[in-house]
């Protein structure tokens, strides 16, 4: 699933955000009350979610790994 198939209110949620509605959506479709449909459209909503979390995971580690290297792409050392 590509990022421009995440709607923009997902994009806007931060990762524990993104979390949390991730976590009920799953306690509704435990629910036997959930018609098909409407199991599917959650289920959609469900991998937009993860694959927002995903790409923030991947944004953080890029941050990180960046951090770690000066301005001469040297690794920095620790003494």
Do not use: C, G, V, W
């Amino acid at each position: 699933m590509k990022s421009k198939n995440i709607p923009a209110d997902i994009k806007t949620k931060s990762i524990k955000e993104a979390q949390n509605e991730i976590k009920e959506i799953i306690t509704n479709l435990e629910s036997t009350e959930i018609n098909l449909t409407e199991s599917m459209d959650k289920y959609t909503r469900m991998l937009q979610l993860n694959q927002h979390i995903q790409e923030q995971f991947k944004k953080k580690l890029k941050k990180i790994k960046d951090s770690n290297y000066d301005n001469n792409k040297r690794p920095i050392t620790k003494d």
